[in-house]
């Protein structure tokens, strides 16, 4: 369960504040992202002005004084050590990007979820390893010139077809997955053609060898690869019809006899499946804005640099 500290009680009468500019933008990033630390608050806030730590960290608690926004302690995802304070949206902080035509339609429920994620710490974590690892690819794309972060949100955009889940079958074997997250990078240099991403985050919950009752990490990596196969001729790639696609599998140094597991089944899978479509890569390796556009292409045995951040690895063109 997340630690409880009396810093995180509010005493006293809350102050009446003026919201800023400033100040809906990181509320309408705590919409997007649901769980953000302070570190990646102000790698996002930071990516479009300047904006020190400790003047953003006051400000930060005097709009949770307020009543805007949410604050906890979650367990680290990474080493152990001093952990940032997790911040999320409130019913009011919801009204006010509302009232200022940031939010469509009704506001979400979020003193009710809060309470809710509060009670169940695993799905906390994994919720806040997969924001951290999206909105660090969002302020680095922010701070490269020419490359344009496409979000979830926007990919949805229109989209009528229910759920994320792909299932597909072969040789009477079932596979399903459900990304943790979509996201795209646009290249301006490539005629802003986009290359699209499905984020699997690893953090030792699920088992690894294929099982046709459960969700495994085996069973992921082959729903994907007959997906790139069966729907190779039209490029429309489900769930959201992209015209091209690559699986992040992310996990932590925390597990390491199961990374070294979880990266043997992605090589035999691309390997006897010669799809290329998998890049592994471990959450604090991807954290800083000069290594987040580089993750590792698995091919065959073989991890290759796939440099997104010149849009095209050593081995193949430019993203279709």
Request: net charge positive; hydrophobic share 35%.
């Amino acid at each position: 369960m997340p630690k409880k500290f009396s810093k995180f009680k509010i005493s006293g009468e809350r102050p009446n504040v003026r919201l800023s500019p400033r100040d809906r933008q990181l509320f309408s990033y705590l919409e997007r992202y649901t769980l953000l630390r302070t570190d990646h608050l102000h790698r996002l806030m930071n990516s479009f002005e300047p904006w020190s730590l400790h003047p953003m960290q006051e400000r930060l608690k005097r709009l949770w004084k307020a009543g805007y926004l949410h604050r906890t302690l979650i367990d680290p995802i990474e080493a152990p050590g001093s952990v940032p304070l997790t911040y999320a949206l409130t019913d009011k902080g919801g009204r006010a990007l509302q009232d200022v035509g940031l939010l469509i339609g009704d506001p979400k429920r979020y003193n009710e979820n809060n309470k809710r994620r509060e009670r169940d710490s695993s799905k906390t974590r994994h919720s806040l390893m997969v924001s951290a690892f999206v909105s660090s690819v969002e302020a680095a794309c922010n701070q490269h010139e020419g490359l344009s972060f496409i979000g979830q949100e926007t990919l949805l955009e229109g989209w009528q077809g229910g759920s994320l889940k792909l299932e597909l079958e072969e040789a009477g074997k079932r596979y399903f997955a459900i990304p943790d997250a979509i996201f795209g990078i646009r290249y301006q240099a490539y005629d802003n053609r986009a290359s699209y991403y499905y984020l699997e985050a690893d953090r030792g919950t699920e088992n690894l060898s294929y099982n046709p009752n459960k969700t495994t990490i085996e069973g992921k990596a082959w729903a994907y690869i007959l997906s790139a196969r069966k729907y190779a001729p039209s490029k429309r790639y489900p769930p959201l019809d992209l015209p091209n696609f690559r699986v992040l599998f992310l996990t932590s140094k925390s597990y390491f006899d199961r990374k070294d597991h979880l990266e043997g089944i992605i090589k035999t899978c691309t390997t006897v499946s010669k799809s290329n479509i998998f890049l592994f890569g471990r959450f604090e390796d991807n954290q800083s804005l000069n290594t987040v556009l580089k993750m590792p292409l698995v091919q065959g045995s073989d991890l290759a640099p796939l440099n997104l951040e010149q849009g095209q690895s050593k081995k193949e063109k430019a993203p279709a």
